[in-house]
């Protein structure tokens, strides 16, 4: 049984998520968030324990409302999937099958180059339980895990989708998939104005007899440039401790007086 069609955003063309007997509508919502963060529109269910539609659903896709009135539900997985050329089948665990495995990473690069060359991707997700059943992995051309704590392999199901969809996005931005904002870029401080801090810290430290025992001064003075001299400061950062020392010494000025 096919959903009544709906409007979408415009999306760019991905694989579908085929969740499999989900039975949470709060997780079909996040579901169809974590696609929505990275750019997929495509979410298909099939047999929800709870029916469809749900508000539950609704509320928790926080405004991916695109995903959610898309969504199209199958009686079986095998409709779900009907349309597809490549299928992908998520699990935790071993299986019976000689289906190529693969990583999270490495299934969103061939899902990519497939989609891009015009094939039709899919991944199926399994219930919250217990995941998918032999035979519905059978119906997959390929097997993806992730590579988790042996001890606690199991995914939530939104967190599935979620890491699947981030791949998919990350395979084909180059290098669009750097951080979307980065820290502003700031001078490095110039070796003069790094001696001067040196100085200026050791001659504070003098005044309130850090270097003690006084023999020991010269490591002791060596540990401390090998230390800011590691940290990579920026000029503005040598500004800043500069101004720091300076507070101290007025400090130690007025307490003398």
């Known amino acids: 049984m096919a959903g009544t069609d709906h409007s979408v955003a415009p999306i760019a063309r ?10 949470l509508g709060e997780n079909i919502g996040m579901v169809a968030r974590a696609m929505a963060n990275f750019g997929l529109a495509d979410l298909r269910l099939v047999n929800p324990r709870d029916g469809w539609p749900s508000d539950k659903a609704r509320a928790a896709a926080s ?21 597809l050329t490549y299928v992908l089948a998520t699990t935790a665990r071993p299986r019976d099958s000689f289906k190529p495995v693969r990583g999270p990473d490495e299934a969103g690069q061939e899902l990519r180059s497939r989609v891009e060359a015009g094939q039709a991707g899919g991944i199926l997700f399994g219930r919250e339980r217990f995941g998918l059943s032999n035979e519905e992995v059978g119906l997959a051309d390929e ?64 005044e309130v007899g850090y270097f003690y025992p006084p023999e020991k001064r ?40």
Not at 16 to 21: A, K, Y
């Open 63 to 83: 405004r991916a409302d695109h995903v959610i009135d898309a969504v199209r539900l199958f009686d079986t997985v095998e409709a779900a999937v009907a349309d």
């Open 143 to 206: 097997i993806v895990t992730f590579p988790v704590d042996p001890a606690f392999a199991s995914l939530n199901i939104a967190q599935a989708v979620l890491l699947m969809s981030y791949e998919w996005m990350k395979s084909g931005r180059g290098e669009n998939s750097r951080p979307r904002f980065v820290a502003p870029e700031v001078a490095p401080a110039s070796k003069d104005d790094l001696h001067r801090l040196f100085h200026h810290l050791e001659d504070t430290l003098d």
């Open 14 to 23: 991905g694989p579908s998520i085929v969740l499999v007997e989900p039975q």
């Open 218 to 257: 010269e490591v002791m003075v060596a540990n401390l440039r090998t230390m800011l001299t590691k940290a990579g400061f920026a000029e503005p950062e040598v500004r800043t401790l500069r101004g720091v020392l300076k507070s101290i010494d007025r400090a130690l000025g007025e307490h003398r007086s």
